[in-house]
């Protein structure tokens, strides 16, 4: 009993500190609450039916959408801690091992669990639909991808008030992420989470190359894709070279913790400088698998609105592949103060400097579709425009950071922070926020307020560049990253006080869009004709929402913008109508994908706590659900016949 | 296949519907990946090919005896899968199902073997925790191993299906796909064979 008692409170639940309490009562209240109003208003069939056992793409992508926000919100107030923390010199909101905690998991959540999942979300909500596919390659996987990811992020999520949070940075560098120095199982929940998630996002990887290079649209040659989904397909390519590496250097840390062996251990022949490499030749390219898709983002609703065809289309797809193909060699610029030579070291120098270049061919491109057009200031649009001069700004600091011996002077400096940020945030989350306001009619059939969104906008654009172009300065001036707090006479403090007051800015604007969200579903504008926007790609050409099929026919789509000058030729939308409508072949929803994952969870938990046992049970589970499809799943779908068809058609007034 | 869908009567089976079709082409992706996956197990193995710390080297262990027939193992049975792909070919119920489980045979030979040799050198004093060549040898054979054992479990599977439903364009495409995954493993192997115990003993 004693030993039980020691267990829980000294190795289970995380004990001691009074904000653990707090959220610890917080989850208990919030998960009872849902349990009680899913059970008060019986919603219970309706959540498994429609959501948890779903295949369609849509609906897997507007779940991962849900998931993004809501992690964004968690890696936001972890934000806004360390920024409060140092806001002033000398503070004890957190302590030296608490922060440590709190820009891992920040660090950790957004870039995995925000950005991937917000994008793979876009991904199935648009992709398909912009090549008129009925779905993905393979539905059941991307059912499975999506719970994989949720479960995954529960498991990091729960490391903060169970077992104890990672603390060893995103990075999780060796031999510091070593069970020598960092005994516990914080770590444990990092490198499980993240394995989880990475099988995920691999198999959602191979699922869209596979759409997009065997699924378009009658007459849709590639080079006449819209360029989110080229940027699509790039970012799949990548994640399938890119994400094994992840796989494997996740593995080996973790049985370096597990079953001591020595892949990076500064004993027994193992180099810690192995994790650092195999980290970054993974991390780098993941960071232009988190850009692409927002440039493809940009580059749909830039010539949406400006109402012209996007500027030197074949220049934007050639400057992606050049993009995706030198991210594989740059990777050696995170740790050029790590004793490489001048060899090595100039060698990643200039091979990142290159990536400026393709870079910049897009800039220039898009400001080429905005030159004399008439552009219509929606707020999509305007996340579009704000983009570009703060990406620039992220970017030229980029190229300055990869001059290797001035970089010694900036390293893991607060420069870097900035740095990165400006290139996250004005690239991806900006990319992001576009994006749902330009798809949101699409994913729910009406429109988000314009009015609140542009509050939203501007007190985001503020806040973030209050908050980080400081960050630059103090940077120069010798601040480090990753300290929890710093002397008075630093000269420090105004700058970091300033940037506190950006951070609250866009925290406010979270809220305010928070609350766009809820006053859009009440009062927001229908979308009855399914193309608000006037748009140029397939996406707009069926209604909105749209139907579980997608498109009831299919004309042909040979060329580039099809849908728009199909508008301007008299009939022909009439006619794409007319044509006859056969029935549709659809797969059907399982329920299995929801539980495997459980299963994974399990799995990895026990695996966290080094419950082998616990460990081969999951596998064991998912082992079995496996084979039990393999022999007993004949695969058979449903059928979607011509009545059915044609009433949802006629409702939507499109007949 | 149980699906209403069109069948093209002028390809292989197994490519004569549009799902058969998206699978052996994801199929192909996801091999891409697989070898980056142990593009990387390799480079870790040679990296730490001399890392050693006084623990065995890999002259010390590696048995030419005991990795040739394993190789011998392997490759025949890759010869062997090509036979039940013939077959399938042919439409050969009985064939198929014959040579697939010659295949495994000679697979589950190959993974005795391996779990042998590990036993082998553990009572020797070389495990994962000896050093960091020792981490490497056994992560990249022991993946191979692992992904050996899932083919082997894959197999019964189809052969289960076979034996159960005939060749269909559903069988025929998971007979096809789980060839395909032999054949890479055997690739691998090669590899295997030249860069960790060829060049183990000679470097
Ligand atoms: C929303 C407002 C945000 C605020 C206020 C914020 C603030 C911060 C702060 C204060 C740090 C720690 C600096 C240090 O002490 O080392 C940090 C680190 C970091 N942030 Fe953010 N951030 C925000 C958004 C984001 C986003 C959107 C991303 C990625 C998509 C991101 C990725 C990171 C990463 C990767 C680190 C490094 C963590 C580490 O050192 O291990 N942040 N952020
Ligand atoms: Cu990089």
């Known amino acids: 009993m004693d030993q039980l008692m020691h267990f829980l409170t000294h190795k289970f639940f995380v004990t001691g500190e009074p904000m653990i309490y707090g959220a610890d009562v917080a989850i208990a209240v919030a998960t009872i609450g849902i349990l009680f109003v899913l059970t008060?208003?019986?919603?219970?069939?309706?959540?498994?039916?429609?959501?948890?056992?779903?295949?369609?793409?849509?609906?897997?992508?507007?779940?991962?959408?849900?998931?993004?926000?809501?992690?964004?919100?968690?890696?936001?107030?972890?934000?806004?801690?360390?920024?409060?923390?140092?806001?002033?010199?000398?503070?004890?909101?957190?302590?030296?091992?608490?922060?440590?905690?709190?820009?891992?998991?920040?660090?950790?959540?957004?870039?995995?669990?925000?950005?991937?999942?917000?994008?793979?979300?876009?991904?199935?909500?648009?992709?398909?639909?912009?090549?008129?596919?009925?779905?993905?390659?393979?539905?059941?996987?991307?059912?499975?991808?999506?719970?994989?990811?949720?479960?995954?992020?529960?498991?990091?999520?729960?490391?903060?008030?169970?077992?104890?949070?990672?603390?060893?940075?995103?990075?999780?560098?060796?031999?510091?992420?070593?069970?020598?120095?960092?005994?516990?199982?914080?770590?444990?929940?990092?490198?499980?989470?993240?394995?989880?998630?990475?099988?995920?996002?691999?198999?959602?990887?191979?699922?869209?190359?596979?759409?997009?290079?065997?699924?378009?649209?009658?007459?849709?040659?590639?080079?006449?894709?819209?360029?989110?989904?080229?940027?699509?397909?790039?970012?799949?390519?990548?994640?399938?070279?890119?994400?094994?590496?992840?796989?494997?250097?996740?593995?080996?840390?973790?049985?370096?913790?597990?079953?001591?062996?020595?892949?990076?251990?500064?004993?027994?022949?193992?180099?810690?400088?192995?994790?650092?490499?195999?980290?970054?030749?993974?991390?780098?390219?993941?960071?232009?698998?988190?850009?692409?898709?927002?440039?493809?983002?940009?580059?749909?609703?830039?010539?949406?609105?400006?109402?012209?065809?996007?500027?030197?289309?074949?220049?934007?797809?050639?400057?992606?592949?050049?993009?995706?193909?030198?991210?594989?060699?740059?990777?050696?610029?995170?740790?050029?103060?790590?004793?490489?030579?001048?060899?090595?070291?100039?060698?990643?120098?200039?091979?990142?400097?290159?990536?400026?270049?393709?870079?910049?061919?897009?800039?220039?491109?898009?400001?080429?579709?905005?030159?004399?057009?008439?552009?219509?200031?929606?707020?999509?649009?305007?996340?579009?425009?704000?983009?570009?001069?703060?990406?620039?700004?992220?970017?030229?600091t980029g190229v300055m950071l990869a001059v290797a011996p001035a970089d010694y002077q900036y390293h893991n400096s607060y420069f870097l922070i900035a740095h990165f940020h400006y290139v996250l945030i004005a690239g991806t989350v900006f990319g992001m926020f576009a994006g749902l306001h330009y798809w949101w009619p699409k994913m729910f059939g009406h429109i988000l307020d314009e009015k609140l969104g542009k509050i939203a906008f501007w007190l985001w654009m503020v806040g973030f560049n209050v908050c980080f172009f400081p960050m630059y300065f103090v940077g120069l001036q010798g601040m480090t990253r990753r300290m929890y707090t710093y002397p008075a006479n630093a000269g420090w403090t105004s700058l970091n006080f300033i940037e506190t007051i950006g951070a609250f800015l866009m925290g406010i604007g979270f809220i305010v869009m928070v609350w766009m969200i809820i006053y859009s579903a009440r009062h927001g504008e229908r979308d009855v004709t399914g193309d608000p926007w006037d748009g140029r790609t397939m996406e707009w050409m069926t209604s909105s929402p749209a139907p579980e099929y997608n498109f009831a026919t299919l004309p042909d789509m040979s060329g580039i913008d099809r849908f728009w000058y199909m508008k301007q030729e008299k009939g022909a939308v009439e006619k794409w109508r007319k044509q006859k409508i056969e029935e549709i072949h659809m797969p059907d929803n399982s329920g299995r994908p929801f539980i495997m994952c459980v299963l994974f969870f399990i799995a990895g938990f026990g695996l966290c706590f080094e419950w082998i046992w616990l460990a081969i049970v999951g596998l064991a589970g998912i082992l079995l659900f496996m084979v039990l499809r393999s022999l007993f799943d004949p695969d058979e779908g449903h059928h979607i016949p011509v009545d059915v068809i044609e009433r949802t058609e006629r409702e939507a007034g499109r007949l | 296949m149980s699906h209403a869908e069109a069948v093209d009567p002028n390809v292989p089976l197994e490519y004569s519907t549009e799902h058969g079709r998206l699978r052996i082409f994801g199929f192909w992706v996801f091999l891409g990946a697989e070898i980056v996956l142990f593009a990387t197990l390799f480079t870790t193995y040679l990296i730490y090919l001399h890392h050693t710390a006084g623990g065995p080297t890999a002259k010390d262990l590696f048995d030419v005896k005991g990795f040739t027939i394993e190789t011998f193992l392997l490759l025949t049975s890759s010869f062997t899968c090509g036979i039940a792909t013939h077959e399938l070919r042919r439409g050969n119920r009985g064939g198929l199902i014959v040579w697939l489980i010659i295949t495994l045979l000679l697979g589950a030979g190959f993974v005795g073997m391996e779990i042998n040799e590990f036993v082998d050198y553990v009572h020797q004093g070389a495990t994962i925790q000896t050093s960091a060549f020792l981490s490497g040898f056994f992560i990249l054979v022991g993946t191979h191993g692992c992904h050996v054992s899932l083919g082997i479990l894959w197999m019964i599977s189809v052969i289960i299906q076979v034996s159960k439903n005939g060749i269909n364009s559903t069988t025929a495409r998971k007979a096809f796909i789980v060839g395909i995954y032999w054949h890479f493993l055997d690739v691998v192997w090669v590899f295997i064979f030249t860069a960790v115990y060829l060049t183990g003993l000679v470097l």
């Open chain 1, 40 to 396: 008060y208003f019986k919603k219970w069939k309706w959540l498994w039916r429609e959501w948890l056992t779903t295949v369609d793409h849509k609906k897997i992508g507007i779940m991962y959408i849900i998931a993004a926000i809501l992690m964004l919100f968690r890696g936001g107030i972890d934000g806004l801690l360390m920024r409060s923390q140092l806001s002033f010199p000398g503070l004890k909101l957190l302590d030296a091992q608490h922060y440590n905690e709190i820009f891992t998991t920040h660090g950790t959540i957004m870039i995995l669990f925000m950005a991937m999942p917000f994008i793979i979300g876009m991904i199935n909500v648009a992709m398909p639909l912009q090549i008129g596919a009925r779905d993905v390659a393979f539905p059941y996987l991307n059912a499975i991808s999506f719970w994989l990811f949720f479960w995954a992020a529960m498991l990091l999520n729960l490391s903060f008030v169970i077992g104890g949070s990672p603390d060893a940075g995103w990075t999780s560098y060796t031999p510091l992420a070593e069970n020598g120095l960092d005994p516990g199982l914080g770590e444990n929940f990092y490198l499980l989470s993240l394995q989880i998630t990475g099988i995920g996002t691999l198999a959602s990887g191979v699922n869209f190359a596979v759409t997009i290079l065997k699924m378009r649209a009658p007459g849709m040659k590639l080079m006449h894709m819209p360029m989110f989904t080229w940027s699509t397909l790039i970012t799949s390519v990548i994640i399938v070279f890119a994400f094994p590496v992840l796989t494997v250097a996740l593995a080996m840390l973790t049985i370096d913790r597990i079953f001591g062996a020595h892949f990076f251990t500064s004993t027994a022949g193992g180099d810690p400088m192995m994790w650092a490499n195999l980290f970054w030749v993974w991390g780098h390219p993941e960071v232009y698998i988190v850009i692409l898709p927002a440039f493809g983002i940009f580059s749909e609703v830039m010539s949406t609105f400006s109402g012209k065809r996007l500027f030197g289309y074949s220049m934007m797809v050639w400057s992606m592949v050049l993009i995706s193909a030198l991210s594989f060699i740059v990777w050696v610029h995170h740790f050029f103060t790590m004793g490489a030579g001048p060899a090595v070291n100039s060698f990643f120098g200039v091979s990142t400097m290159l990536i400026a270049i393709p870079t910049g061919v897009k800039l220039f491109n898009w400001l080429f579709t905005l030159r004399h057009s008439k552009i219509r200031f929606t707020v999509a649009h305007m996340w579009a425009l704000a983009f570009i001069p703060n990406f620039v700004i992220g970017g030229l």
